[in-house]
């Protein structure tokens, strides 16, 4: 009983790390472009790797809250 408690305790602090993980992604693609040109294309190069950190931290996510649907 005490293992299925600290596994669910650890599955939902990862689940809220998660979540912030993707709350910050997304307040970082709101801050729009950059005016300047440069700055654009970096930050345009950088929206390809959020855009995958974002898909494998949904993922992963997802099989958290499959585990504690399933578990709990």
Do not use: H
Not at 13 to 28: M, P, T, W
Request: net charge negative.
């Amino acid at each position: 009983m005490v293992d299925d408690s600290k596994s669910k305790e650890q599955l939902l602090e990862k689940r809220d790390e998660l979540k912030n993980r993707l709350e910050a992604i997304k307040a970082d693609y709101a801050q729009g472009l950059d005016a300047d040109f440069e700055e654009q294309a970096q930050e345009l190069q950088n929206a390809e790797v959020l855009a995958e950190i974002s898909r494998v931290t949904l993922q992963e996510l997802e099989d958290i809250e499959k585990l504690l649907s399933e578990k709990f």
